[in-house]
């Protein structure tokens, strides 16, 4: 399987889910400055005509997009790992509901933030809706060490992953005790490490 990425966006998130998993999962780096090729030199957009990361290519050729629906096949490969619950369990459907908000309320809550021009006023009420659903997290986080508790689900590598924009935003994670401990626990993961490392984020 082929795994297409830009460092440190969205395509992190299964980029972690494919180390967590011991898949054999190969990096392909998309270089959107001047257009949309790949480093090994194809043209993105042939490979997924939205030209956005990420974009699995299966080892039979077919084309798997959005990040929800990958980070779920890549879990689905690797069994042994338990980044998704039982299908029909109250957890599964719990880890979908996580990633259903990560998905419209973190990660498409962010993205206005990286368009050129945008006023003051503009990023202080984005901001400030974010900061709603932080609270959220920071109340989720309360019991446990995880969204779903103790156990790391593909929900949390999604949500660490968007978390890490954050900076970009000018929220201090350190109003929320409970995140900040969240983010510093998943970092120090071995996968992570690894993802965080093949990416050239570390």
């Known amino acids: 399987m082929k795994l297409y990425y830009a460092p440190g966006a969205c395509s992190l998130s299964p980029h972690i ?5 011991n898949l054999p999962v190969e990096m392909v780096k998309v270089l959107f ?3 949309r090729t790949t480093e090994t030199g194809e043209n993105f957009y042939d490979i997924n005509p939205m030209g956005y990361v990420p974009t699995l290519r299966l080892d039979n050729g077919e084309v798997l997009t959005e990040g929800v629906a990958i980070v779920q096949y890549l ?3 690797a069994p042994s790992a338990n980044l998704v619950p039982q299908k029909g369990s109250m957890p599964y459907y719990r880890t979908l509901e996580w990633l ?5 309320e973190l990660h498409k809550g962010f993205s206005p933030l990286f368009r050129s021009g945008i006023s003051e006023a503009e990023k202080a009420s984005i901001v400030e809706r974010l900061a709603k659903r932080y609270d959220r997290l920071e109340k989720a986080l309360s019991t446990g060490a995880y969204l779903l ?3 790391f689900t593909v ?3 999604y949500c ?4 890490r924009w954050t900076p970009r935003a000018g929220i201090d994670l350190s109003k929320y005790p409970n995140l900040s401990a969240y983010m510093k626990r998943i970092e120090t993961r ?3 490490q690894v993802a965080l490392k093949e990416e050239e984020l570390v």
């Open 100 to 104: 259903t908000f990560i998905s419209s």
């Open 33 to 35: 400055a001047g257009g």
């Open 155 to 157: 929900a949390d590598a």
């Open 149 to 151: 508790g103790d156990i």
């Open 17 to 21: 889910v494919a180390r967590e998993g």
């Open 160 to 163: 660490y992953t968007i978390l």
């Open 75 to 77: 879990a689905d490969q």
């Open 190 to 192: 071995s996968a992570v």
